[in-house]
């Protein structure tokens, strides 16, 4: 073991090779040198723009369905974690997206924690659904439902047919930040089974497609505008997550895009084609994009396309590190 450094020891070193091997054995580091620097110049690629198929996932899904049943694991899903070398977990920085199914007459039994959680329904039939604190709400394709913070949750399918959605949670930013907490329900079979109420839409924890729709007929029509024509979902929906529905009309590029913020995009109907930083992803329905902070980015719809934008802009207002880069001026 070594031995610690005395304040004598430390102010006689004759050379700076010597003072950093001495400070380095009480825990202190030399913020004059350039390999611990703690500011640059503008935000790392630590993430990088990546892109996910549902047609590729479901297929691992169904495979998982006969593998896994949901007493083995409470949740069946794929975790889409960034292929960074130095990433593990996240999609993006912030935020996390998976794939996950349930099948006939399954129970994925309730819990709730501190992060935040919605799904966007990708393929379900009636008879599906998420309880909420005691609600049963309708899951249905291209609806989006809430899980906020602390709130208790369990999804069933009483249907017929195997239901799959995308969820997106802010994990990474709780493990960050630290104050996870995680619970399971005490009791759940009993109040699943005095739940008989049939499921609902009508609950501030569901956008439903078809309102989200009216809605985005309503808009100022915005083609070439960086998301399209665009709706807001919430206020934002969530402390930690931005929600937005996008419309994008066929062979018409949306602008630029450059922001502080992480973007997790989701393809709701249609086919086309996004370019982050350069690289090209071409996509189709229940597809995912990764679009890591301050990478530019944008989009082409090859035909009618819908596409849902989950963001950590809220975060990045509040905290006041929101930063968008302004498309260049064309020369008069």
């Not at 009480?26 to 913020?31: C, F, Q, R």
């Not at 593998?67 to 292929?83: D, F, G, K, Q, V």
């Not at 799904?119 to 291209?142: C, H, Q």
């Not at 930013?173 to 995680?182: C, I, K, R």
Request: hydrophobic share 40%.
């Amino acid at each position: 073991m070594n031995k610690m450094p005395s304040r004598e020891e430390l102010a006689q070193c004759g050379s700076l090779e010597e003072l950093y091997g001495k400070i380095s054995l009480v825990g202190i580091a030399p913020g004059w040198n350039k390999k611990v620097a703690s500011l640059w110049s503008e935000p790392k690629k630590n993430f990088v723009p990546a892109h996910w198929k549902y047609e590729q996932a479901r297929g691992a899904l169904d495979a998982a369905g006969r593998l896994i049943n949901t007493e083995l694991a409470e949740r069946r899903n794929l975790i889409l974690y960034n292929p960074a070398s130095d990433a593990s977990y996240g999609t993006v920085r912030t935020m996390v997206s998976a794939y996950q199914m349930i099948m006939p007459g399954e129970w994925a039994r309730a819990h709730r924690h501190t992060p935040n959680a919605l799904r966007l329904i990708l393929d379900s039939e009636p008879g599906t659904y998420t309880e909420v604190d005691g609600v049963k709400i309708a899951m249905e394709p291209g609806d989006v439902l809430l899980t906020p913070n602390w709130s208790s949750h369990g999804h069933g399918n009483d249907s017929r047919a195997n239901a799959y959605w995308l969820d997106f949670l802010d994990v990474p930013l709780v493990q960050l930040l630290e104050p996870m907490f995680f619970e399971p329900a005490e009791g759940e079979e009993e109040e699943k089974a005095a739940s008989s109420a049939p499921p609902t839409t009508d609950s501030p924890f569901v956008f439903t497609l078809t309102d989200t729709v009216k809605r985005l007929d309503a808009a100022t029509p915005s083609p070439s505008g960086p998301f399209g024509t665009s709706v807001q979902l919430g206020a934002p929906a969530m402390d930690t997550i931005g929600l937005f529905m996008m419309r994008l009309a066929p062979r018409v590029r949306t602008a630029p895009y450059r922001a502080t913020t992480n973007n997790i995009y989701a393809i709701v109907k249609g086919t086309g084609a996004t370019t982050i930083d350069g690289e090209r992803f071409e996509w189709s329905r229940g597809d995912v994009i990764a679009a890591p902070a301050w990478r530019p980015h944008f989009h082409e719809a090859a035909e009618d396309a819908l596409m849902f934008r989950v963001t950590d802009e809220p975060v990045m207002q509040r905290l006041g590190f929101l930063r968008v880069e302004e498309p260049a001026q064309p020369a008069h």
